[in-house]
């Protein structure tokens, strides 16, 4: 039979993702696949429209981790520009994340740009925080990819502030069962102030060590320390490697009063 060889997955667009570091810290990450688009968290939408009309590309979906303005800030200015975008957001937030198409919630599945995104609930810094994780896209040789907003940094996670730490606890718990070469996009770089942190309380740790070099030396040369991946998570991050509750809060409330 002709083309029996064929990959049945060729005609599927392999995709890109990369950032645009906004305001402080923040990093509104940009998915795209053949002309199409989708934005994850966009705290501002000049820097996105920009990129994506220089580009060419058309705005089909935003994606929103939680209410924050530093999350959805861009939202509205987007949609006048690219009406028709879905806008995926929690259904338990609709108040707090306006222009909601697609409300979801934990374990739904959305088809977007020819793949399946999985929500995950990961409440703790607000109480509908989600996460989106896009399976590896092997026809194209693509890893797992994760979009975690404010639950997940590297080296850190996010201050708890309308969850508890059980919350927190049990998102991290969830995350760091995700495949171990997952690349995780957070939404903030903030990967070497937690990695200071966590070297004040574990001066010996060699893994902290290493890793702090490898983010400074990227830092100093301009670049993110970002995406980072599951696997140098669970080596290098206290809160993903805490064994209960307890010793996350104490993690958490330790962090939270820690100036470098
Ligand atoms: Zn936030
Ligand atoms: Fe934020």
Redesign the pocket.
């Known amino acids: 039979m002709p083309g029996t060889s064929d990959n049945i997955f060729a005609d599927r667009a392999c995709s890109s993702i990369n950032p645009i570091p906004v305001l402080k810290d923040?990093i509104i990450w940009i998915w795209t696949s053949g002309r199409e688009a989708i934005v994850v968290?966009p705290a501002l939408s000049k820097p996105v429209e920009e990129l994506l009309i220089e580009n060419e590309f058309q705005l089909i979906a935003i994606l929103q981790t939680h209410h924050?303005s530093?999350?959805i800030g861009g939202t509205k200015a987007l949609l006048k520009r690219w009406p028709e975008a879905e806008v995926i957001a929690s259904s338990e937030d609709i108040e707090r994340i306006p222009f909601q198409t697609i409300s979801v919630n934990d374990e739904d599945v959305v088809s977007l740009m020819g793949r399946e995104v999985k929500v995950i609930g990961v409440k703790g810094h607000t109480k509908n925080h989600l996460a989106f994780f896009l399976p590896a896209n092997e026809s194209c040789g693509e890893p797992p990819a994760l979009f975690c907003?404010?639950t997940l940094f590297s080296a850190g996670c996010?201050r708890i502030f309308e969850g508890s730490p059980k919350d927190m606890y049990n998102s991290l718990k969830k995350l760091a069962s995700l495949p171990e070469e997952t690349r995780v996009y957070c939404?903030?770089e903030y990967t070497k102030d937690n990695l200071s942190w966590a070297i004040s309380l574990y001066p010996n740790n060699i893994e902290l060590i290493e890793r702090y070099k490898e983010v400074s030396k990227l830092r100093s040369n301009g670049e993110l320390s970002l995406p980072s991946k599951i696997s140098i998570e669970k080596k290098t991050n206290l809160f993903l490697r805490a064994q209960n509750i307890q010793e996350l809060k104490k993690l958490r409330e330790h962090k939270d009063k820690w100036r470098s």
């Open positions: 923040n968290d924050h530093d999350h907003g404010d996010g939404a903030h």
